[in-house]
């Protein structure tokens, strides 16, 4: 890891995360289930039940438990900011891994930043070169297909394709083509949004409350992972990879983990096909702590913990669900 890189992680724990740098530091005001330790893992019993852990919350071990989780996102990283500035990696590092609010981002990016500039001039940066070992090791793990992840839904990390074939919509309500979204649930530009752009398509409770939520595209689920409990968060989130090179997430219809158990109806490993069943929407009102009103879907090209990295910018990236739905359904 280059000095850049390693400075981009600690400043945004310095920056924002962990600013006194307590290992086993827990999240301010977020109760039991609130994150924990340098990299806030969410909830904190994700790092004590991790097969890497040894719940020493020492720094080596941290950084192995994140490794481990997330190897995607760790490589992902690796690549974005190599050969880049301090500043643009912990950008990066809270883009692809943190993965805070919008309101969060805007809020503590530049201090995140600032706080990368410090630890890269305080501990010589410009001295310390890249070494590709620890990439090697993060990819390795993500190829492996080996269950690394262990958070409070019980899932693992795996690779593997799955069945891509015909695209559908994700309501069985929905007809003629039109799945009746606003102007801000749209995909594309958002006058609302960080960026002004949105990465996906968000479908309500108001209008699909109670109804399955169905593939959209067939593929195989890689990952079912957690991020946050409010509806400026993801929330629960299903990762599927297609084998003609898509894929497709589903969050933010699940927020603790009752919710989860009660509406994601997969699990990692399975294969499903367009039109089977990924979970249910609550119905309209029903979920109110943590709040649930929406299901969001974003599809992508790329893994999708890289693509989050583009999560508010238009570069090509995401692309456009309905879009995709409108021209691939079976003529049959």
Known sequence: MSGAQAAGIVGNIGGAEDPGFVLDQAEIGAGAEGGGGLYQFTPKSKYLTSPKSDKSWSVENQRDVVMALEPQTVKAYFKETKGGTPEDAATAWMNGYERPSPSARANTNSAR??????????????????????????????????????????????????????????????????????????????????????????????????????AIH?????????????????????????????YEVYQEFAFSEAQASKYIKVKEGDTVKTGDVIGILPKNGSETSPLVNHVHIGVSKKELSAAELSAFSNDGTWLDPVQLIKGGQSKK
């Open 218 to 246: 067939g593929g195989k689920v890689y990952k079912i992972g957690h991020k946050g409990y409010t509806q400026s968060d993801l929330g629960y989130y299903i990762f599927i990879k297609s084998d003609d090179g898509y």
């Open 113 to 214: 930043r600032a706080a990368a500039r410090k630890a890269y001039e305080l501990f010589g940066g410009a001295n310390i070169s890249g070494s590709d070992s620890i990439l090697g090791d993060a990819t390795g793990t993500a190829d492996s297909g080996s269950n690394t992840q262990n958070d409070e839904n019980q899932c693992s990390t795996s690779s593997g394709d799955g069945a891509g074939g015909d695209w559908g919509w994700p309501f069985a309500s929905i007809k003629n083509n039109d799945p009746g979204l606003s102007a801000e649930q749209q995909f594309g530009y958002s006058a609302s949004r960080m960026g002004n752009f949105h990465d996906g398509i968000d479908l309500g409770d108001a209008r699909y409350g109670g109804q399955e939520i169905k």
